[in-house]
Each structure stands twice: as structure tokens, then as C-alpha cells.
């Protein structure tokens, strides 16, 4: 365990409906983030986090909406997504150097 | 965009052995990571490196940094079959916070 918890684990979600995840840390970390990986593709940095203000956003689809009420808790709102948009989606948290990843949530789109 | 490239891109030994995987990146950094990630599960923190450090080791772990070739790579001394996982190097790029850009990792297969 490394002290950040996603929920679902596991999400199937037709292209119409709209979900949210979840990632949860009492690390006291200032930072989060939301990372896809997808097969065979390195590990794409979606969005971050700082302070519980949002500093990065790479280029992500508007379908794909974050929010951070407070600095333990991130969400990721999921809407009108494609099949393409299958991938394990991993949230993360530091205090500045390491990065501690909850396990996931392997999202299916059908 | 990518930063962080790592070599190969899989690698199967037997128990015992030594393996080894390289990273070489694009830009300058702060300093270089090394993480894990066992099948479909998060990442797991195993070493990090400092840009004024040359080598560092961790049990069976040691990690050697060339900035100057803008390369790293990590050594696992007496392979186990439990070290069976990927291998991504991470190099932190952000402005505020640390922004993980990582490669597409190494598959390591370590059969008994």
C-alpha cells in the first residue's frame, strides 16, 4: 500500500454516460497528478496539481474533466469518452520529488 | 512529448543473474528516477538519483547517472523471479511540483 487509493479498480462505461474517478491521499503531499497508460505507450501525464490549483494540462480531450476540491482528494470526470480512451488511469501524489501511485483504474469504453 | 527512452525494451534472464537497463533522456534535470510496476498495478518508487550524483545503490539496486551522455541505468544484482515487472526511468520537468514524464519502460522477465 502505498497510501494512495483509487476507486473503481475497475470501470466499464459506454460512450454515452458520464463517471467520475477517484483518488484519495492522506500523505500530506502537495501535489497530484493523473497519469494514462495505455498498451504498449509510455505513461502520459494528464494533468497536475499543485497546492490545489491545476498547473498542467497536456493537451488533454475537454471529455476528460479534473478537479481537486482539497489536496487530498482528486477527481477525474469522465464524459461522451471514445474506445480509444481504454487505459489504466493512475493518480498520484508527492511532496516534491517522489511520486507514490495508487494502483489504478483500468477503465474499458464500449 | 517523451523524455525519458529505456533500452531494451524487454529482457529475459534466469534467476541469479544480473540485469541491466539503460535511460537516456533528453533534457537537463533535477534528478532521474527509477520506478516498478508489477502487471496492471501503480508504480512503485525505487531509487532516486540526484544530477551531482554519479551512483547510488539501494540492496540490490545500484543506479549510475552520466549527465553529460544524458543517460542512466540500473543494475539488479542476483535476480530474483519476484523482480519479474517493468522498469521505467522518470525525470521530473515541472515548473511546479514534480511533473514524472517516464519512457515506455522495460519488461523484465526473471524465470526460475
Not at chain 1, 470501470?11 to 463517471?19: D, H, Q, R, S, Y
Not at chain 2, 533528453?26 to 532516486?48: A, C, D, E, F, P
Not at chain 2, 540526484?50 to 535476480?79: C, M, P, Q, W, Y
Request: glycine share 6%.
Amino acid at each position: 500500500e502505498t497510501g494512495v487509493t483509487q476507486t473503481p479498480r475497475h470501470l466499464v462505461m459506454g460512450m454515452t454516460n458520464k463517471k467520475s474517478l477517484k483518488c484519495e491521499q492522506h500523505l500530506g503531499h502537495n501535489a497530484m497528478y493523473w497519469y494514462k497508460q495505455s498498451a504498449k505507450k509510455p505513461l502520459e501525464l494528464m494533468f497536475v496539481y499543485s497546492l490545489e490549483e491545476r498547473v498542467e494540462n497536456n493537451s488533454v480531450p475537454s471529455r476528460f474533466s479534473p478537479e481537486c476540491p482539497n489536496s487530498s482528494h482528486l477527481f477525474l470526470h469522465l464524459h461522451t469518452l471514445q474506445p480509444e480512451d481504454s487505459a489504466l488511469y493512475l493518480c498520484a501524489s508527492s511532496l516534491g520529488t517522489e511520486a507514490f501511485f495508487g494502483q489504478g483504474t483500468r477503465l474499458t469504453v464500449v | 512529448s517523451q523524455q525519458g527512452e529505456e533500452d531494451p525494451q524487454a529482457l529475459s534472464i534466469q534467476e541469479g543473474e544480473n540485469a541491466t537497463m539503460n535511460c537516456s533522456y533528453k533534457t537537463s534535470i533535477n534528478n532521474l528516477q527509477w520506478y516498478r510496476q508489477n502487471s496492471g498495478r501503480g508504480l512503485v518508487h525505487l531509487i532516486l538519483i540526484r544530477s551531482n550524483e554519479r551512483e547510488k545503490h539501494s540492496g540490490r539496486l545500484r543506479v549510475t547517472l552520466d549527465t553529460s551522455k544524458k543517460s542512466s541505468s540500473l543494475l539488479i544484482t542476483a535476480s530474483r523471479a519476484a523482480d519479474t515487472a517493468s522498469y521505467f526511468c522518470a525525470t521530473d520537468v515541472g515548473q511546479a511540483g514534480t511533473a514524472l514524464i517516464f519512457g515506455k519502460g522495460t519488461t523484465l522477465s526473471v524465470s526460475s
